[in-house]
């Protein structure tokens, strides 16, 4: 199947009773968004879900994993909800039901509401019990008719963007403003998961991780000992609370400032699945200016393929992190949630987007993912990102991932050569099957 997600693509900020997100906030910032422009719009798919719905039904895909926007839901964050915002996803949910197209859905994909920016955000820990609650007013609404649900959407990639680094929503740098975001997240995604469990008994529950391979940049003690560091930042900082109920060795004193008594224990609690997504590599050198644990990026080995964003390109770096899962975590079982690479498409022609280079970037970790799976990883399923072209983060317009082109002038689709392909992929997968 594909991915999306609410901000990303629905549009209709101020329809159906929603409220402003922090991305509302953030891409209105001047200076903030690449090419200026901001979700307002996005896809329409808000409006447009029927004609996208078709689309995917079309191309034969099984599933769909999109995501909900908590300030349509509750949009003051706490307290009354929305039932108008429920209704759009009452809407989407059924239309793919009656296309045969399987629903996953996502409760948090980084369009926090902005009244819970306000009240602190991710750096409050009353947010857990926020975020308790709103899980269970969605699942409650939609629990009858989606089975799958994830909880977070790459955690540490939320924490070091838009809460170190600053050049993601709500903007916020620095060390200590990463540390409390990620332990809260770590902590809501625990409570959640309990609060939804309790709820109903036939879901299949889960988060998804960003995960990606962390190399030194050089074989110096100081760059080894960064790619440590980052790997904790980006990897193990999700995984080891939620399999092994503690933080990896390097971060352990920083976050036992945070961590209160049972603290762990909401964290540590089983899932059904992980969502693992998946771009590339990533080589690390030691930096003392860097805020996050004195690791920066360092440079990628000569002819390295890249995508159009820089993003170095590797497939077996897939395989590697799934055999991590295997040997490290338990072997658990595993959905590619998001997979894809961002180049500069031509103007639609003949009625198709030729995309050549996509085509092969999915090719390449669909190969992957196949020897994965020989390898023993508790691999079920992948979806690429994204269905659609979107509002891409603070790229804002200008970076295109999807396997429909959007003009977003016109809102017109135009599917590309990568749909197609994997249009045929998951037609000759479904023929196959018993």
Not at 156 to 183: C, D, E, K, R
Request: one cysteine or more.
């Amino acid at each position: 199947g594909a991915s999306t997600s609410s901000y990303q693509i629905e549009g209709a900020v101020k329809e159906g009773g929603r409220k402003p997100s922090i991305w509302d906030t953030f891409s209105h910032t001047p200076g903030r968004i690449a090419d200026g422009t901001n979700g307002d719009i996005a896809c329409d798919h808000y409006n447009r879900y029927p004609g996208d719905v078709e689309l995917m039904a079309k191309g034969g895909f099984q599933a769909y994993r999109f995501s909900i926007a908590w300030p349509r839901v509750i949009p003051d964050g706490t307290g009354q909800v929305n039932a108008a915002g429920l209704d759009f996803y009452d809407r989407l949910v059924d239309k793919l039901l009656e296309r045969g197209i399987l629903p996953m859905a996502c409760l948090y994909h980084w369009d926090l509401p902005q009244a819970l920016q306000d009240r602190g955000g991710w750096h409050n820990r009353d947010i857990a019990g926020w975020f308790a609650d709103y899980a269970r007013a969605a699942v409650g609404r939609l629990g009858d008719r989606v089975k799958p649900w994830a909880m977070l959407n790459e955690p540490s990639v939320h924490a070091i963007f838009g809460h170190g680094f600053g050049n993601h929503a709500p903007g916020l740098t620095g060390w200590p403003s990463y540390v409390m975001a990620q332990h809260h997240q770590n902590l809501a995604q625990g409570t959640g998961l309990t609060a939804v469990r309790a709820l109903r008994g036939d879901l299949k529950l889960g988060t998804v991780f960003s995960l990606q391979p962390i190399y030194p940049a050089s074989q110096d003690p100081a760059d080894v000992a960064a790619a440590q560091r980052f790997d904790a930042c980006w990897n193990t900082i999700n995984l080891d609370p939620l399999f092994k109920g503690s933080y990896p060795a390097p971060f352990e004193n920083v976050f036992a400032q945070l961590v209160k008594p049972g603290d762990m224990e909401a964290i540590r609690v089983p899932v059904d699945f992980l969502g693992m997504n998946y771009y590339g590599p990533s080589w690390i050198k030691h930096d003392p200016a860097a805020f996050l644990a004195q690791a920066g990026y360092g440079a990628v080995p000569e002819g390295t393929p890249r995508t159009l964003l820089g993003w170095p390109i590797s497939a077996q770096g897939l395989v590697e992190v799934l055999t991590r899962l295997r040997d490290q975590y338990g072997n658990p079982p595993v959905f590619i949630t998001e997979n894809g690479a961002c180049y500069e498409d031509p103007a639609p022609a003949n009625g198709v987007v030729q995309d050549p280079e996509r085509v092969e970037y999915i090719r390449a970790h669909l190969v992957a993912c196949g020897e994965a799976i020989r390898q023993g990883c508790a691999l079920n399923g992948y979806f690429a990102w994204s269905l659609l072209d979107n509002f891409e983060w603070a790229e804002g317009e200008r970076r295109r991932f999807g396997l429909i082109n959007v003009d977003f002038a016109t809102q017109q689709r135009t599917p590309k050569a990568s749909y197609l392909y994997l249009s045929q992929i998951m037609r000759a997968h479904a023929a196959a099957r018993p």
